[in-house]
């Protein structure tokens, strides 16, 4: 049996949740949160979608000279997809839980704890995209058991051995179950951070909220633990090696 097919069995085509063609609510440091339980947004499967992609100065582009090209100058950053050939860029998407019974803990793909989506923590990862393909990294929330969840911790951690998030533009997408998606971009420049708290997702007074935080820290995991008081132990994780 297949991923989908265990979410939700006869019924894959309901991953297809939000729309790419509805308008799409960016959250920034001024208008930071939004209510999904308002939106009526709270129920089905909630997909939060990772994609990043190279600046062309890391990529060879930019580099002609300005004297031949002075527009150039004006002209803002250029993005562009890459291929592993490029670059080495391997961004990873997790999610620290808490549900409302105390149990704690992640989903990541280091230690291969990929959660399940139609039992607790009720959040699953579909996969580990380590070349920042189109389709990227992707969890599932089943808010369908909301009353179980109490927060939601999505990061973005850099695995060793790449590039800072300096070198990237990295996007995270909430896609709803019925509204416009909800985009968080990850543009600021922090060259020596490792990881990133990107949004909070929490259960207040029965209100589903989502709340931008993009915090970049200079550790990993345990620190956006103690940043955020999870409590949980952390120890040396590593990943299978890629399939060829």
């Not at 006869?10 to 297809?16: E, I, K, N, P, T």
């Not at 100058?73 to 839980?97: F, I, K, T, W």
């Not at 389709?135 to 695995?159: C, M, P, Q, W």
């Not at 708290?197 to 345990?222: P, S, T, W």
Request: aromatic share 8%.
């Amino acid at each position: 049996m297949g991923f989908f097919d265990g979410l939700r069995p006869g019924r894959a085509a309901d991953f297809d949740s939000g729309s790419a063609a509805t308008n799409a609510i960016e959250l920034t440091k001024r208008h930071s949160q939004v209510s999904l339980t308002r939106q009526d947004a709270a129920t089905g499967n909630l997909r939060i979608n990772l994609t990043w992609r190279m600046r062309t100065s890391d990529i060879g582009g930019g580099r002609e000279s300005l004297l031949r090209h002075p527009l150039k100058a004006l002209r803002p950053p250029e993005v562009m997809g890459h291929s592993q050939s490029m670059v080495n860029v391997d961004l990873d998407l997790g999610c620290l839980y808490e549900l409302t019974d105390g149990t704690k803990g992640v989903v990541q793909p280091l230690g291969g704890l990929l959660g399940d989506v139609n039992a607790p923590p009720y959040v699953k990862l579909s996969g580990d995209d380590r070349f920042g393909s189109a389709s990227g990294e992707t969890i599932y929330v089943n808010l369908d058991h909301r009353e179980a969840i109490k927060r939601l911790l999505v990061f973005v951690y850099i695995y060793d051995q790449t590039p800072a998030f300096d070198r990237t533009h990295a996007i995270v997408t909430l896609y709803p179950s019925n509204g416009p998606r909800i985009e968080i971009g990850l543009d600021e420049r922090h060259p020596q951070a490792r990881s990133c708290a990107v949004v909070m997702i929490e259960n207040l007074k029965d209100e589903l909220v989502v709340r931008r935080e993009v915090r970049f820290v200079y550790g990993f995991q345990a620190e956006l633990d103690r940043l955020y008081g999870w409590g949980l132990q952390w120890g040396r994780g590593y990943k299978a090696k890629a399939e060829k």
